[in-house]
Structures are given as C-alpha cells and as structure tokens.
C-alpha cells in the first residue's frame, strides 16, 4: 500500500505555502490500532503502526515519510510479525541517538526491539513477563517509557498490577496491584512518579520512593465508570487528563486539587478515543474520536468560567472514527491520526479554525457583506477567492477559515467575534483590525 498527498486548492502557489498545506495519508494492508513517532533526531517523519486483526498472527511495520516527494512508505525490512494485536508501540525516547535504536510493544508480554542502525532488520531483543510463577501472565493493556530514565517502562494490566521494568537489566524492579480492578493505562509524570487508570473509575497516582502508598487524584461520578484513557502534561505536570469508558467527555485534572476536574471538554459527538497534550505547550491538547473529529483545545484559561463549556480551536475531520491519536515530540508542528486502515500525519496549524463556525449563527446576506468588507479590507485577500468558494457551494465558514490561514493576526479576531452586529460601526471595526 502506499501514501497519497491531499493540499488546499486555494494556496498562493509558493513552496512554503503548499508544504505547509499538506495531509500525508498512508494505507495499511489491515485495520490500524497501534501507532507512534519516533523520537530520534536523525529519523524524522518515521512512525511505527501495528495490526489489529483477530488471529494471533499481526503486524507491525515501520514507516517513514519523505518529505521531497510526499510519499509514506513501508521498508519490507521493516516490517514484522507480531503476536496478538500490539495494544501500544513506543519508540525508546531518545532525542539525541545516544542509544540504541529500539521499538517497544505490548500484548500478551511487553517485547522490545533492536532497530539495526542500518534500518536493514528488526530483531527481538527481549519478551518480558511480569509473572514469575507462570510462563503467562495476563494481558497488557497499555505501557509508557520513561523519558527522564530510559532504562525504565511501566506497563498495565488486566490483572489490576502495574509493573515498572528496567530494561537494561531485562528484570522487574517493581510490581504494584494498582487497582481494585484491570488497569487499562499507565503515564509517567516523572522520574519515580507515575498515575494509572482502571474499570474501576479511579486516577491514582504513584511515587517509587513510597510503594505501599497511592494517592487517588479522582473518581468517576459514577462508581466503577472505567477510565480507559490517560495522558500527563509533560510541559506542566501539575495537569492530566483523562478519558471514561463509552463517553464523549474529557476530564482534565489538576493533581494540587484532588478529586474536582479543572476542566471537562465536551464538544465530541462520540465517544472519545485518545487524547495527546502537545509536546512544546503547556496549555494545548489534542483529542480525537468515534465522530471522527480531532480536536484542539486552548487550555489556558482552565480554572475560569466559560458560559456554555470550553470551545476546541481547532478541528479536523477524518474519513472513520479516530482511533489512535499522537502528538510528534520531536517535531511538533505534526500529530499523527489513524483511522480504519489509514495514517495521516497533519499540521495542527492548518486544521479547521473552530472560531469560523460561529459565522452559522449569521444570515446568509448578513455573511456575504461581511465577508465583501473583509474583501475591501484586506490587501491578501482577493475577489477570486471569494468566488472560487462560492462557486464551490462551498459555505462561508470555509472562506472564514481560509482568510485565518492567510492572515492570522487580524482575521482570527475578525471571526472569532461571538456574535456580529451589521450596523455602520461594523465597517469601521473592520477597517481597523485589517
């Protein structure tokens, strides 16, 4: 399977503006669950996607973006059989290539992989199993790799433990029973200190140093409501957030005040799937799910009152329900989405403006001369455009986006008013922000 490149058909033409258009969509062979970026500086563009397919037999392949010509493409060398469908893949957290290049994945054990510095094979290095007394042990639901100490992943499971492994060693260096029931994520939030979510509906955090203590952060509103979904701010570790079972709503907390959420996002139509908070702000994150919306939310003023709940900023819509979500730390201008048997990695900058969605509560008559002033008023903006969206059937909120595209500094603000009135003041407001 290969990569396709989708762009705005409204960019000036120049180089800069159609790289940063860009969509790069790449088709599996199979249902796509698994998936993250690499962290190294020397494999920009590169990313791990996993199978799920109901047979024990599944695949994982490496793939990587070349960004001079827009194709994402698959090394065969790259790409191996896996057991079971992977629940998660990390690539060792690595900035700086000082180590080897490794691949960790979980499903019935947590395996990690030897990446040959060629990118010739991929190897087994070791299968970790947290059950001394059994050649099983139960399903991993999830893991995380610790970036402040490399040696260390701590893993999830159905058998309600979490288990910290030193992989250097290829031994447990701590096993928990974390929860009254399974445990379905693990987030580290620093070097000895890591949160876990469970079916039974509670965020509970743990400290190395103290490992016959937890401290319970927050419970669902509903008792044993599971929480399936767990995500630490890594720019601010005083926030995370998390994600219940089955429902549309994000629960972002603060750990200094147990119990009450900061905030709750509840803009998704459908269930919620993944969640991502960006890699180089401490008030972003993104969210995706069943109705096939990622959205981006300004966090900044959590903590304040917003009539009629926080708004995203920022939208895309995807082709199928989003399943996988991943924000680059490397590279942060990009997330990663996969959907059905498709990954596409996009430009947060260049998603649907939210703002532009208020233009719906306006007559038409009442957008088209507002949109005519912008025209007159706005030296980047021509006629043309104008036309070629309405030529298009395309509706005004999509001319309001593309004017926020081309000019940020004035025309946010222009869109992004809650309501606007059509009087004689309106032209002078636009004449003045333009």
């Known amino acids: 399977m290969g990569a396709s490149r989708s762009s705005d058909p409204n960019q000036d033409g120049s180089d800069e503006q159609q790289k940063r258009s860009e969509i790069y969509t790449y088709e599996a062979p199979w249902h796509i669950y698994a998936m993250n970026w690499s962290v190294r500086r020397d494999k920009k563009y590169r990313l791990a996607i996993a199978s799920l397919l109901e047979q024990y037999p599944n695949r994982v ?212 799937n993944a969640v991502a908070w960006a890699p180089h702000s401490s008030c972003h994150i993104c969210t995706a799910g069943d109705d096939s919306q990622a959205l981006i939310w300004d966090l900044s003023s959590m903590g304040q009152p917003v009539e009629g709940g926080l708004d995203p900023i920022l939208a895309y819509t995807a082709g199928a329900e989003i399943e996988q979500l991943q924000w680059s730390s490397s590279q942060p201008d990009w997330v990663a989405i996969a959907f059905s048997t498709k990954l596409q990695i996009l430009r947060p900058d260049l998603l649907r403006p939210l703002a532009a969605y208020r233009l719906a509560t306006l007559s038409a008559f009442k957008v088209l001369v507002l949109c005519i002033f912008a025209l007159r008023s706005c030296r980047l903006v021509s006629f043309m455009h104008l036309h070629v969206f309405w030529s298009r059937g395309a509706v005004v909120k999509d001319f309001g986006s593309y004017c926020m595209h081309k000019c940020s500094k004035c025309s946010f603000e222009l869109f992004s008013i809650p309501q606007i009135q059509l009087d004689h003041n309106l032209y002078e407001y636009i004449m003045k922000v333009c």
């Open 61 to 272: 392949e490496i793939v990587q973006l070349d960004d001079s010509n827009g194709e994402i493409r698959s090394d065969p060398n790259l790409s191996f059989e896996h057991p079971y469908p992977p629940t998660k893949t990390i690539f060792i957290p690595d900035k700086e290539c000082q180590k080897p290049d490794l691949l960790a994945t979980s499903s019935d054990f947590l395996r990690v992989w030897s990446i040959a510095e060629d990118s010739s094979a991929v190897e087994l290095k070791s299968v970790l199993n947290g059950n001394k007394n059994s050649e099983f042990c139960g399903p991993l639901t999830s893991f995380d790799w610790n970036e402040a100490e490399p040696k260390r992943i701590g893993t999830s499971s159905i058998d309600t433990t979490c288990t910290i492994w030193d992989i250097e060693r290829e031994a447990v260096d701590t096993q928990l029973i974390a929860h009254d029931k399974e445990v379905y994520d693990i987030a580290w939030g620093g070097v000895g200190v890591f949160a876990s979510v469970s079916a039974d509906g509670s965020v509970r955090v743990f400290d190395l140093r103290d490992k016959e203590h937890s401290t319970i952060i927050y419970e669902s509103s509903e008792p044993d409501t599971p929480l399936v979904r767990l995500g630490w701010n890594k720019q601010d570790p005083r926030y995370m957030a998390t994600i219940i079972m089955d429902s549309a709503k994000v629960v972002v907390l603060d750990i200094r005040f147990p119990t009450l959420p900061v905030v709750e996002l509840q803009r998704h139509q459908a269930s919620v």
